[in-house]
């Protein structure tokens, strides 16, 4: 492929109709799976296909291993936000369509796992029955935008929050009528997009769309619960007297690296300007069309916009970002961000109602035999019909509750075998896994399956040096894409080949700073035995207060492994 030719992949966006291709007519075959064509298009309508790796090893009778194809649907939630029938919907189809059990995401989405083809059109419709949408939720365009989900209304800042995420979702949503046609054709849910067919199909987005996914977020400078570091576009909330003034908007956050390829790398946004919250949205419209129009579509392992960024540099970006959104941009605000809240356990909105923050364990939502939460979530939600939110590390809040529903909640996980905040530690409360195996196709080592049984093994160490209060994230990923956020983390685990990871130190809770390499290629059993020398360093020799990635970051890989005996790595990053 000549080197300014565009990739297979924004050939097939060139040529599917504004995302139809032939999905329509897949849809009627018996085929178990979508072509590969369509399995590109599909991720637009908010789906991935994937297959179980557990059952690869089964053979054909040729010898070649099998397959069986499903979809992983996934459900936008603007800011986190559902009710109960919702969620209850959610719940339902799970049951009866996919592998029942759902799954809440670090970008605050739902997730569904093994759906097969010949259900997705009617999950799909149910899914738009709920008031609920696919739609973007994955693919080449903006993704489930970002909000703190905590309903804190001593102020209107967190509610003007969310109804900017609303906003923005409205703006940079996909306007082909491709969607409605395919999954709701004779469906009522199809009236939400009925002004999705001008004449212009897609005035921002137009035929090709972006280059790559774009991901937007937004925090308050106090609470940087969402990493709005880790997004294409973080609008840092800059509040004066209880208001907001405006945001700073930090660009070219991302965390997708490709193995071996030396020019992808993970980034942390950078500060651009302070605006106004009335020109948050044209501001937001005029980066995404420089990334639609300036980023790479010759190669997607390049494609995203912090790779646009570093290739310009910060004032060239800014530039064309100014002569798109008509004016020169002001200097950002010099406030940062100082806080990192989970918004867990019982606390008062400031309405006179009350909101209760459940940790849910890498998000995944299910019931087995002494622990079944979606029992006790289905009981709550008929009972007491709270509001929900998915958090930015995969818990959920039950929102606007009468002060008397917090004996009945507590007595229903308690009957249900699901800890309460008390009940868990600090380490498990700040962990995070990401899918990988069996179903996502990119994880080349474990992570979901394998992170209780790794935190179980930190919490003993930790009550052993005495560190079992201590605050710190520990995130992993099956691969070095970075979907659970491991490379701005405290303690950072990525994948690195089959049973073996990648060590990161040195980020922080905040989120505003990537960790570094410690060790490469450690074998899973040998995780907490690398970090039990960081840990006994970091008790005896911490500054008053300082926190454990703020004292690797001090000390660094040369320090660290000077006073810990551990061989340097011979990996940078």
């Avoid at 085929?31 to 991720?43: N, P, T, V």
Wanted: glycine content about 10%; aromatic content about 6%; hydrophobic content about 40%.
């Amino acid at each position: 492929m000549a080197q300014d030719s565009p990739s297979p992949v924004e050939l097939i966006k060139i040529h599917s109709n504004f995302l139809r291709g032939t999905l329509a007519e897949e849809l009627e075959n018996e085929q178990e799976a979508f072509a590969k064509d369509s399995a590109q298009l599909i991720k637009h309508h908010g789906m991935y296909q994937q297959d179980d790796r557990d059952a690869r090893t089964a053979k054909t009778p040729g010898g070649k291993s099998q397959r069986t194809h499903s979809l992983m649907v996934r459900v936008k939630l603007p800011g986190g936000k559902l009710d109960s029938p919702q969620l209850l919907g959610m719940l339902d189809l799970a049951d009866e369509l996919a592998a029942q059990n759902i799954r809440l995401t670090n970008r605050q989405d739902i997730q569904v796992h093994v759906v097969r083809k010949r259900h997705v059109r009617q999950f799909v419709r149910r899914v738009n029955e709920l008031g609920l949408t696919t739609l973007g939720a994955c693919g080449d365009v903006t993704r489930n935008v970002l909000c703190c989900p905590a309903p804190l209304r001593q102020d209107a800042m967190r509610d003007q929050m969310q109804q900017l995420a609303d906003a923005i979702t409205g703006l940079l949503l996909p306007r082909t009528p491709a969607y409605r046609e395919i999954w709701l054709k004779d469906s009522p849910a199809a009236e939400r997009y009925a002004g999705s067919g001008s004449a212009e199909v897609e005035p921002l987005y137009g035929e090709t769309y972006l280059p790559r996914k774009f991901k937007v977020a937004i925090a308050l400078a106090s609470d940087n619960c969402i990493d709005a570091y880790a997004n294409d576009v973080g609008l840092v909330a800059i509040a004066e007297d209880a208001r907001i003034s405006g945001y700073n908007v930090v660009v070219g956050g991302g965390f997708g690296v490709t193995l071996g390829k030396k020019d992808t790398f993970p980034a942390i946004a950078q500060k651009l300007t302070f605006v106004e919250p009335g020109e948050v949205l044209p501001l937001v419209t005029a980066v995404v069309r420089v990334q639609r129009d300036f980023g790479c579509r010759t190669d997607r392992r390049r494609a995203r916009m912090k790779y646009l960024i570093a290739d310009w540099g910060l004032p060239r970006f800014q530039a064309q970002v100014e002569e798109y959104y008509g004016r020169k941009l002001p200097a950002p605000h010099p406030a940062e961000v100082s806080g990192f809240d989970d918004h867990l356990g019982w606390h008062a909105q400031g309405d006179g109602r009350w909101f209760y923050g459940l940790n849910v364990e890498n998000g995944r939502v299910l019931d087995r035999e002494g622990f079944q939460l979606k029992a006790a979530l289905r009981e709550i939600c008929q009972r007491y019909r709270p509001g929900l939110r998915v958090t930015a590390h995969q818990s959920l809040l039950f929102i606007d509750l009468p002060a008397d529903a917090r004996s009945g909640i507590e007595e229903i996980l308690r009957r249900c075998g699901v800890p309460t905040l008390e009940q868990i530690s600090a380490v498990r409360r700040w962990s995070m896994a990401c899918v990988a195996k069996p179903t996502c196709p990119l994880a080349v080592a474990e992570s979901e399956r394998v992170m209780p049984g790794l935190v179980d093994q930190l919490e003993r160490e930790l009550e052993q040096l005495g560190l079992g209060s201590e605050v710190f994230t520990t995130r992993m990923t099956g691969c070095p894409n970075g979907c659970a956020r491991p490379y701005n983390a405290d303690v950072g685990l990525s994948g690195r080949t089959l049973g073996k990871y990648t060590i990161y130190l040195g980020g922080r809770l905040l989120g505003d700073r990537l960790g570094f390499v410690y060790k490469d290629i450690v074998p899973l059993d040998q995780i907490v035995a690398t970090l039990r020398p960081v840990l006994m360093f970091f008790k005896d020799h911490r500054s008053a207060g300082e926190t454990l990635g703020d004292f690797c970051h001090r000390i660094g890989p040369a320090g660290l492994h000077a006073a810990t005996g551990e061989p340097e790595s011979s990996r940078r990053e």
